[in-house]
């Protein structure tokens, strides 16, 4: 036995005589690395487990897709190839239906951290299906965050609903039902499918944040930005994780887990989808000459009339993916939205305060034997 082996074994032998034997799940990301999640969100919320744990709890993240795309995170976190992952709902709808149905309507207006919260509140404590949808996963939906509103980032200006129509729209969720709407054919590809084609002028459009004009490299391409907010969706799950670990963890290192969950909701949303969203739109403007486009009166009065006509589809799709009652569960999470607003005046871009706040009213009334 060499010297450096008998070191970490005695080691170990330490840590398994105190009860604290670190852990190390993988955390497979697959966005780039230069994503605000792999360099901000993600780091801090495995230090903060790794300290509440003392060090018995201690991620590894391996970012760019290495491990998994984004349509086989899910399956990835499930069969225990890796612990956790960023799971998009509508990659995999079969799935989990009502996740899909939550994350395909498009909430009028733009307050992500209103809309985030409000998912998170409606997954976890108004809609038993969706846990029942993860255990069958094996998986845990914790750190579900919201985009910033979309906006329509198009290769060629794109002001009235003429414009639109015809167009090659990358669109998921409501937003693909948006663009159907305005005459245009959406296209649901990933996020990093979405440059390439692009790049070959297989799509003339996106429906995207305008975070991703620097992240994702579609300034270079989709230099004209319509000024005009398209709405949030959430939740996008930022740490779905393996359910066979958490069940494995302490009370303490579950705590820790959910307390991380809070956290990511909050840092990513606010730190990403409304700091950031600004700060590299500016940026796209000054490196790559992304300019603004002034809407016409008929596409604004589309985007505002999309909700109450999304209705019905809505409540088909939920039908479609055997949703029990989709009707209930759409009202809920657009009640929950609703008590949500005020919060976005009170706390601005707190982080911390919105953790706290999403501890309290969320994961404090959550019983973790249940999930």
């Given at each position: 036995?060499?010297?450096?082996?008998?070191t970490?074994?005695?080691?170990?032998?330490?840590?398994?005589?105190?009860?604290?034997?670190?852990?190390?799940?993988?955390?497979g990301?697959?966005?780039?690395?230069?994503?605000?999640?792999?360099?901000?969100?993600?780091?801090?919320?495995?230090?903060?487990?790794?300290?509440?744990?003392?060090?018995?709890?201690?991620?590894?993240?391996?970012?760019g897709?290495?491990?998994?795309?984004?349509r086989?995170?899910?399956?990835?976190?499930?069969?225990?190839?890796?612990?956790?992952?960023?799971?998009?709902?509508v990659?995999?709808?079969?799935?989990?239906?009502?996740?899909?149905?939550?994350?395909?309507?498009?909430?009028?207006?733009?307050?992500?951290?209103?809309?985030?919260?409000?998912?998170?509140?409606?997954?976890?404590?108004?809609?038993?299906?969706?846990?029942?949808?993860?255990?069958?996963?094996?998986?845990?939906?914790?750190g579900?965050?919201?985009?910033?509103?979309?906006?329509?980032?198009?290769?060629?200006?794109?002001?009235?609903?003429?414009?639109?129509?015809?167009?090659?729209i990358?669109?998921?969720?409501?937003?693909?039902?948006?663009?159907?709407?305005?005459?245009?054919?959406?296209?649901?590809?990933?996020?990093?499918?979405a440059?390439?084609?692009?790049?070959r002028?297989?799509?003339?459009?996106?429906?995207?944040?305008?975070?991703?004009?620097?992240?994702?490299?579609?300034?270079?391409?989709?230099?004209?930005?319509?000024?005009?907010?398209?709405?949030?969706?959430?939740?996008?799950?930022?740490?779905?994780?393996?359910?066979?670990?958490?069940?494995?963890?302490?009370?303490?290192?579950?705590?820790?887990?959910?307390?991380?969950?809070?956290?990511?909701?909050?840092?990513?949303?606010?730190?990403?989808?409304?700091?950031?969203?600004?700060?590299?739109?500016?940026?796209?403007?000054?490196?790559?000459?992304?300019?603004?486009?002034?809407?016409?009166?008929?596409?604004?009065?589309?985007?505002e009339?999309?909700?109450?006509?999304?209705?019905?589809?809505?409540?088909?799709?939920?039908?479609?993916?055997?949703?029990?009652?989709?009707?209930?569960?759409?009202?809920?999470?657009?009640?929950?939205?609703?008590?949500?607003?005020?919060?976005?005046?009170?706390l601005?871009t707190?982080?911390?305060?919105?953790?706290?706040?999403?501890?309290?009213?969320?994961?404090?009334?959550?019983?973790?034997?249940?999930?």
């Amino acid at each position: 036995m060499t010297m450096k082996t008998l070191t970490l074994t005695t080691a170990a032998l330490g840590l398994m005589a105190s009860g604290a034997l670190a852990q190390t799940p993988i955390y497979g990301s697959w966005p780039p690395a230069s994503d605000y999640l792999n360099t901000d969100t993600l780091p801090e919320a495995f230090a903060m487990m790794s300290e509440a744990t003392g060090g018995a709890l201690q991620w590894e993240l391996i970012a760019g897709g290495q491990l998994a795309d984004g349509r086989g995170t899910l399956a990835a976190v499930t069969d225990d190839l890796m612990q956790g992952g960023l799971q998009i709902p509508v990659y995999t709808p079969e799935a989990m239906p009502s996740l899909t149905l939550l994350y395909s309507i498009v909430v009028p207006g733009d307050d992500p951290m209103a809309v985030a919260a409000a998912a998170a509140e409606t997954v976890f404590l108004h809609c038993p299906s969706c846990l029942a949808e993860a255990r069958e996963n094996n998986a845990l939906l914790f750190g579900g965050f919201a985009s910033a509103s979309y906006r329509l980032m198009c290769t060629q200006p794109t002001a009235s609903l003429a414009d639109m129509s015809g167009r090659r729209i990358r669109a998921t969720g409501g937003y693909g039902e948006m663009a159907t709407m305005g005459g245009a054919t959406p296209m649901s590809v990933t996020l990093t499918e979405a440059v390439g084609l692009l790049q070959r002028g297989g799509l003339d459009c996106l429906m995207a944040t305008r975070e991703w004009l620097q992240t994702y490299g579609y300034g270079e391409y989709a230099k004209y930005v319509t000024d005009l907010p398209l709405g949030n969706a959430a939740p996008a799950v930022g740490f779905l994780m393996n359910r066979d670990l958490f069940a494995g963890l302490s009370a303490e290192e579950q705590a820790a887990v959910m307390r991380a969950s809070a956290f990511i909701t909050a840092k990513h949303t606010i730190g990403n989808y409304v700091l950031r969203d600004q700060e590299s739109f500016e940026n796209q403007q000054e490196v790559n000459g992304v300019e603004l486009v002034e809407p016409a009166d008929d596409l604004r009065a589309m985007v505002e009339g999309f909700a109450e006509h999304d209705r019905a589809r809505l409540i088909g799709v939920g039908q479609t993916l055997g949703v029990e009652d989709p009707e209930a569960l759409i009202d809920a999470y657009l009640a929950a939205v609703d008590r949500w607003r005020p919060v976005t005046a009170e706390l601005g871009t707190d982080v911390d305060a919105w953790t706290q706040r999403i501890w309290d009213v969320v994961f404090a009334n959550v019983d973790p034997s249940t999930l």
